[in-house]
Each structure stands twice: as C-alpha cells, then as structure tokens.
T-cell receptor, first 107, second 118 residues
Framework: EIVMTQSPATLSVSPGEGATLSCRASQGFSSKLAWYQQKSGQAPRLLIYDASTRATGIPARFSGSGSGTEFTLTISVLQSEDFAVYYC?????????FGGGTKVEIK | QITWKESGPTLVKPTQTLTLTCAFS??????????VAWIRQSPGKALEWLAVIDWDDDKRYNPSLKSRLTIIKDTSKNQAVFTMTNMDPVDTATYYC??????????RGQGTMVTVSS
C-alpha cells in the first residue's frame, strides 16, 4: 500500500499570501495524484488531477506539481474561500489512498 | 448535467449490515472506462477509499475492509449499491459515492451520514 503523508498538518496563512502544501508518497510514481479541497460540512471538491491538471472550474491560483515521491499544491494568492482542509490522493496503485490532510487556516 | 445522490439509513445498530444506494443521472455505467466509487470520512478524520465497480463489473475493495464489503451495479436503473456487513461504531462516517474514470474522484453528491449505535 502506498502511504501518503501530508505536511504540514496545519498551515496558518494571511489572506493575500501564498501557500505551499506538500504530499509525500511512500513509493514513487509518475503523476497519478489528485488534490481535493474540503470545507467544513461539505463534500470534497476535486482541484487537481494527474498531479498538475486543474479540474473544471478551478481557479488558476491553484497549481499542482511534482512526481516520484514528492508532490506540491500551491495556492498563489489565498482568498477567503480557500481556507479549508486539503487532501492528496494517489491512484497509481491499489488500494487507492489519501493523505491525512492539511488544514489551511487564517493567520 | 451529472447528478449523484447517496441514500440509505442514517442509523444502524452494531453487527447490522449497511446498505447504501447511489443514484445518478447524466452518467452511464454502460460507457467503457467509467465506474462508481465509494469513499467515507469518519468525523474529524481523513477520507478513506472503500470500493470501486467498473463498467465491465470489475470490482476493487479496500483490503482492510474487503471481507465486509460488496458493491454491485444496476445499469438499467443507473444505480450502484454498496453493502458493509457487521457494522461497528468506528464505521460511523459520511459515505460518498462518486463517478470514477480510473483516477481521481469527482464527488458530486453531499454524502450520507451513517451513525452506528445501539
């Protein structure tokens, strides 16, 4: 099983600043990685798939990068609606696995 | 427009079997390369993948829960049904179904909260 580890657990950021979230895989793979945003009480929303492709309707301030064991989600300029929990997920191998999440909170 | 809705009991007793239905429209399980996935999230915890069923009836289960899970599809009704046996309070969670095309989950429904309690 590929274990996904996200860091930091919590990221405190001021609106208007940028944020960089990390996701590390226990085994390397090319690009079969997704990022999700989840706000309190809501379903997860797909942001990025294939490591760097934005899902339909996702603003350009969200970008994904990485391959191998290190992946990154970057939010260039945080808006008030971006404060949420973010999860990474690999679909390179079974079982499909998620990271533990990074909470982006207002500083 | 694709719509997805999970339905089922909100409360089950320990040892009972949970049965959830995923009804969808604007999406066909007859199409090659598509499927339905189930994911859950316990309160305050991370997301957890449970199962996937493909258009060709290929099924995959989370190995940690495999002995308790079953997923089937009814293509004519545009539905997928998920069952989990021997429910325990630790299975209390919000359960989501989502279209699956071999990769990420594009969750469309709001999920259904299931509490396991006597």
């Amino acid at each position: 099983e590929i274990v996904m580890t996200q860091s930091p657990a919590t990221l405190s950021v001021s609106p208007g600043e940028g944020a960089t979230l990390s996701c590390r895989a226990s085994q390397g793979f090319s690009s079969k990685l997704a990022w999700y945003q989840q706000k309190s009480g809501q379903a997860p929303r797909l942001l990025i798939y294939d490591a760097s492709t934005r899902a339909t309707g996702i603003p350009a301030r969200f970008s994904g990068s990485g391959s191998g064991t290190e992946f990154t989600l970057t939010i260039s300029v945080l808006q008030s609606e971006d404060f949420a929990v973010y999860y990474c997920q690999q679909y390179n191998d079974w079982p499909l696995t998620f990271g533990g999440g990074t909470k982006v909170e207002i500083k | 427009q694709i719509t997805w809705k999970e339905s089922g009991p909100t409360l089950v007793k320990p040892t009972q079997t949970l049965t959830l239905t995923c009804a969808f429209s604007g999406f066909s399980l007859r199409s090659s390369g598509v499927g339905v996935a189930w994911i859950r999230q316990s309160p305050g915890k991370a997301l957890e993948w449970l199962a996937v069923i493909d258009w060709d009836d290929d099924k995959r289960y989370n190995p940690s829960l495999k002995s308790r899970l079953t997923i089937i599809k009814d293509t004519s009704k545009n539905q997928a049904v998920f069952t989990m046996t021997n429910m325990d309070p630790v299975d209390t969670a919000t359960y989501y179904c989502a279209p699956w095309t071999g990769g990420a989950f594009d969750v469309r429904g709001q999920g259904t909260m299931v509490t396991v309690s006597s």
